[in-house]
């Protein structure tokens, strides 16, 4: 798990300091301020890779530029006494401006020779951190996924001559997850539409005690809104130019829709459960193969979960994410189904940036202190990015959070309801002279009013009762 990060004269802000929870980590504040950017350098933390190009130091810091990372491990490896069985390391590196890459610190190669995570003759970091290292998974905002599994690690020639262990990332369009993801002619990921339908028929006929599509189903059924559960239906053929057969889901109100024609908001949890299934599945088998017993722990990074969901579902949609990634493996669906708060075989991470109110709204009943932390970047003097770490307070519904300190807002209505109202509450304590021109009287505020409030707007007795004061 990452358990924190920092970041200095990179990005928006000239420093970024987390100390991260071990569950759950929510991210939120304006636009363009770096929640985004902060899951990028995690992503790379975690995995020495990036999701595109390398993030970019600020112009002029370039000497003074660096990432750090503090990253918790537990051992799959039994390799004696040298190494505790459980720590921390720390990833630390500087921006090369002759290759535009990080590099990392020679002090964090040397600990690791010292420490014995890396045998001399292979001589590089990356080694160490795959077999310390677990899964971890980026959810973008646009569509995009991406996987890194250290147990998929495989050798390669650097520059230098080292032959190393590294796990190469897969990155995902929304078309190469469902269709199939292929590199130098190798199936890397046979696709959401190939594996439903081959998982469907291998459970139907029995073939497989180790298939997944009991899992899929119930991860479908975990994610999706109570009141419109998707469950898998039979399989059809649509196309004259298409042979495949395409997964179909059953909803209340319409049975055998295929997955090709379901709404955007459902085709992103149908991804979501599809991408989670496949990268455990994939990693319990990997990790079989190698030698090494499966992670116990996942890392995701989720942009903007509630992007082309329901309100009912944005509220719906982060707790049952963190119920679906405590349930991955066999023991913790056993526990899960006999204790739901029991379920801890399965230990994830979340880091999730959120512009929504009912997202935070719907954490009130979930939110650990002892394990979950909240995080804002707000803009300071129109000018300086910082990044602070919230107390967890509940505010009770989606206004409250609207108007909390979390996002800002005077008023959970209209900008034009918000300066009519400011304007009443000046006019009302007698501050004639912060009237804008257009509302410098009573009846012209009242107007205002009846313009852009609702009949039952809660403002109204207030305002009622005071224009009824300064008439008697």
């Not at 190393?164 to 997850?177: G, N």
């Not at 990921?189 to 005690?209: F, K, M, P, S």
């Not at 804008?436 to 809660?458: C, F, M, N, S, Y």
């Amino acid at each position: 798990m990452l358990r924190a990060l920092h970041i200095k004269d990179v990005g928006p802000a000239a420093r970024f300091d987390l100390e991260l929870g071990e569950r759950l980590n929510v991210l939120t504040g304006d636009n363009g301020l770096g929640k985004s950017f902060v899951l990028e350098v995690a992503w790379w933390v975690l995995t020495g890779t990036w999701l595109d190009r390398p993030v970019l130091p600020r112009r002029g810091m370039e000497e003074s530029a660096a990432i750090a990372g503090e990253v918790g491990y537990k051992r799959k490896l039994n390799w004696g006494e040298r190494v505790p069985r459980e720590g921390t390391y720390t990833v630390e590196a500087r921006f090369n401006r002759i290759v535009q890459q990080w590099d990392l610190e020679p002090s964090m190669r040397q600990r690791l020779l010292r420490d014995g995570w890396v045998s001399a003759h292979r001589g590089i970091e990356m080694a160490a951190r795959l077999e310390l290292a677990v899964p971890v998974v980026y959810v973008g905002v646009n569509g995009a996924l991406s996987l890194w599994d250290p147990a998929r690690g495989q050798p390669r020639e650097e520059a230098h001559g080292h032959r190393i262990a590294s796990a190469q990332a897969y990155h995902f369009s929304q078309q190469e997850l469902w269709n199939g993801l292929e590199r130098n002619g190798k199936t890397l990921c046979n696709g959401l539409i190939h594996d439903w339908v081959t998982w469907q028929l291998e459970a139907e006929a029995g073939d497989d005690a180790e298939q997944p599509f009991d899992l899929l189903r119930r991860v479908l059924q975990l994610l999706s809104h109570p009141d419109e559960p998707m469950n898998p239906g039979k399989p059809v053929r649509l196309y004259l130019d298409d042979v495949r057969r395409i997964p179909t889901i059953d909803l209340p109100y319409a049975a055998g829709v295929p997955v090709v024609h379901a709404s955007a908001g459902m085709r992103q949890i149908l991804s979501l459960s599809y991408l989670l299934v496949w990268a455990w599945t994939e990693h319990v088998q990997a990790s079989r193969i190698i030698g090494w017993p499966p992670a116990d722990r996942m890392v995701i990074l989720v942009e903007e979960p509630e992007v082309h969901l329901h309100p009912k579902w944005q509220r719906h949609i982060v707790p049952a994410l963190l119920q679906v990634l405590s349930g991955l493996t066999p023991a913790a669906q056993e526990t899960q189904a006999s204790d739901p708060e029991q379920a801890s075989a399965m230990r994830p991470q979340v880091l999730v940036t959120t512009h929504a109110p009912l997202v935070l709204a719907s954490l009130e009943p979930h939110f650990d202190s002892a394990r979950d932390k909240l995080f804002t970047f707000e803009l300071k003097e129109g000018r300086n990015v910082e990044l602070e770490e919230r107390p967890w307070t509940r505010y009770g519904d989606a206004v409250g959070w609207l108007t909390s300190e979390v996002f800002d807002l005077q008023e959970a209505r209209s900008p034009e309801a918000e300066r009519a109202i400011a304007a009443a509450y000046d006019f009302m304590a007698g501050r004639h002279e912060r009237l804008p021109e257009h509302l410098k009287t009573g009846d012209a505020i009242h107007a205002e009013l009846q313009r852009v409030l609702a009949d039952q707007d809660p403002f109204w007795p207030q305002w009622l009762f005071a224009q009824t004061e300064r008439q008697t």
